[in-house]
């Protein structure tokens, strides 16, 4: 067995600890759940070593703590989805994994989802175990995960019982009354998270919400489950894993949501060794933001053709400078707006946010209108709901405006922006009602 180890990926100002285990063929990238520690990978007094170094014995294993657990670098707030998709981007290419199976584990699957859908090219195949697509119950459409009394009851654990193995009848079930287990667990947790991070990782989960994400994604899936895991019943697993397209679902033996046993990483060699998974798919997971001048053919009538190209030029460097500082990439001009597309969803937000005062310092009040889906390239064109329903949105707006769609908001969880529900919203052309928001950053924050 060969033991890497522990090394730091960088994106941005943020240093991101991780290891490589094995060096066997193909790479799997274990996305972790609520708290991890690298550097208790292989402890012998550890419970998972095992597990690890049965993964790292056929792939190369690669395993990392997400920004403020572990050895990485602490931060103040938990960041939203896209920018923790960001640090596994850097992280893939700090350990030279080109093209990896994913594991997802527990809160570490819609991350895993989100990425595999923005960015298909890079993922053989991915794995999701004990996780769901929102973790928060939403009766009577989502009977699944937690209550907001549980919700509560947990928190309330994690501040009275932090590094001392709190939750751990719920993680572990009859394991937790193992003697010395609930000492290990402790040690595990302080090495982890500070209480603080523990109490605001899990708060953050309940916010999660990537279920109009599944049916974008094309990435061969493996969804595994087992009875007796309080987090992700199976029959909650089995509806993940129908709504994912290209996603198999299969059911471990009996045990807690804690468990990693022979059983799984056999289960996940099989999938991720047994067959070649290929990937030519041109669909990709995008977020589309439109940007339209308000009165532009009032303008050009009051301001003459050659004043309005100027101020027209004046426009397109003030857009791509904030697309290139949030990482934005214009599609096409639309007349008097633009049509870009981005990583994530929260870039685009704070991309309009900060475009709408610049161009309205040049004289110029725009409208912006941000979604995120499935959307299709078919050349240099692109196509797809995704871009008819941002469209829409953008159209609502009025001057000085930035709306989004609920999966917007959903996705932005942490990001510190606010979102202002106009209601359900008829979109033109859409049989169904689209939950629009009015996006607007708190007073004193620059992004």
Not at 86 to 96: I, K, M, R, S, Y
Not at 187 to 215: F, Y
Not at 236 to 243: Q, S, Y
Not at 423 to 431: S, Y
């Amino acid at each position: 067995m060969i033991y890497g180890g522990v090394h730091y990926a960088v994106n941005g100002e943020f240093r991101l600890a991780y290891r490589v285990l094995g060096d066997g063929e193909p790479t799997l990238v274990w996305i972790p759940g609520w708290v991890s520690n690298v550097d208790m990978m292989d402890d012998p007094e550890s419970m998972f070593t095992g597990f690890f170094e049965q993964l790292a014995e056929q792939t190369r294993f690669v395993a990392w703590d997400k920004r403020g657990t572990g050895l990485s670098d602490p931060v103040i707030d938990v960041p939203p989805l896209d920018e923790r998709m960001d640090d596994l981007h850097a992280v893939l290419d700090a350990a030279g994994a080109q093209r990896p199976a994913l594991f997802g584990v527990s809160e570490g699957g819609p991350m895993s989802i989100l990425f595999a859908g923005t960015f298909p090219e890079r993922v053989r195949s991915l794995i999701l175990y004990g996780t769901l697509p929102r973790f928060a119950r939403e009766l009577p459409d989502y009977p699944w995960g937690f209550s907001p009394a549980q919700i509560a009851e947990f928190e309330d654990e994690i501040r009275q019982h932090w590094g001392e193995g709190a939750l751990a009848e719920a993680f572990f079930g009859p394991i937790a009354d193992v003697p010395g287990f609930r000492d290990f667990y402790g040690r595990v947790q302080r090495c982890a998270a500070s209480p603080r991070m523990a109490l605001m990782l899990w708060q953050a989960v309940s916010k999660i919400d990537v279920r109009p994400l599944l049916s974008s994604i094309r990435t061969p899936t493996l969804v595994l489950a087992r009875r007796g895991d309080l987090v992700a019943p199976p029959e909650a697993a089995r509806a993940l894993a129908d709504a994912i397209p290209a996603a198999t679902y299969q059911e471990l033996p009996p045990g807690p949501h804690g468990l990693f046993d022979d059983a799984m990483a056999s289960a996940i060699l099989d999938f991720v060794c047994g067959a070649t998974h290929d990937h030519n798919s041109e669909r990709v997971l995008s977020t589309v933001l439109f940007t339209d001048i308000v009165s532009s053919t009032e303008m050009l009538s009051a301001h003459g053709d050659s004043q309005w190209r100027h101020e027209l030029d004046v426009h397109d460097r003030v857009v791509d400078r904030l697309l290139s500082k949030f990482g934005g990439r214009r599609a096409k001009h639309t007349g008097d707006g633009v049509f870009a597309l981005f990583d994530g969803p929260t870039k685009a937000a704070r991309c309009g946010l900060e475009l709408v005062p610049a161009l309205a310092g040049k004289g110029m009040h725009v409208r912006v209108g941000v979604h995120i889906g499935e959307c299709e390239r078919r050349g240099d064109e692109w196509s797809g709901t995704a871009i008819h329903v941002g469209a829409r949105i953008g159209g609502m707006a009025g001057a000085d405006e930035v709306l989004a769609s609920r999966t917007v908001r959903d996705l932005s969880a942490g990001s510190g922006l606010r979102f202002e529900s106009l209601g359900p919203q008829r979109l033109k052309g859409f049989p169904e009602a689209t939950e629009v928001f009015r996006v607007t950053k708190p007073r004193g924050v620059a992004f």
